[in-house]
């Protein structure tokens, strides 16, 4: 299974689920980050994937057939229908915190992979690699100057 962000139908981003462990709550939209504190990142995820940039009705009372439920889970989904009692919420793409899992992914494959081999398996360019796990050293020599 994979998160897909699109724009229109160019594919911007695509997050298997061994990307997964690189996402970070913080680096997620604010509305995202209470999600999570409610339901969990792995749930809140799942609900980025099922409905990127749509509003979602969320019901007063979850049912187990429910769409939301059957994605997340019913437990979640009624967290959820509690919290947000009858209303909308506007799924976030989440898409620079979901670039940044896959930069940091990519960057935990450099070295043992070869650039090209990365872009292959991603569908990136080369450069884009090089950029990718260049981004990491800057980081770091920023992080060691303070």
């Known amino acids: 299974m994979s998160i897909l962000i699109k724009t229109s139908d160019t594919l911007i981003v695509k997050l298997p689920k061994e990307f997964f462990d690189e996402v970070r709550s913080e680096d997620l939209p604010e509305s995202l980050q209470e999600i999570v504190v409610l339901i969990g990142l792995v749930a809140t995820l799942k609900l980025v994937e099922s409905w990127p940039g749509i509003r979602v009705f969320i019901p007063r009372k979850m049912k187990q057939d429910h769409p939301i439920a059957e994605k997340i889970g019913f437990e979640a989904a009624s967290i959820l229908a509690q919290h947000f009692?009858?209303?909308?919420?506007?799924?976030?793409?989440?898409?620079?915190?979901?670039?940044?899992?896959?930069?940091?992914?990519?960057?935990?494959?450099?070295?043992?992979?070869?650039?090209?081999?990365?872009?292959?398996?991603?569908?990136?360019?080369?450069?884009?690699?090089?950029?990718?796990?260049?981004?990491?050293?800057?980081?770091?020599?920023?992080?060691?100057?303070f």
């Open 85 to 145: 009692d009858g209303s909308e919420f506007p799924v976030p793409k989440a898409k620079f915190a979901l670039i940044l899992a896959r930069d940091r992914h990519i960057r935990s494959l450099y070295g043992p992979l070869t650039a090209a081999q990365l872009a292959f398996k991603y569908d990136l360019t080369e450069r884009q690699i090089y950029r990718i796990a260049a981004a990491v050293e800057v980081a770091d020599t920023q992080e060691s100057l």
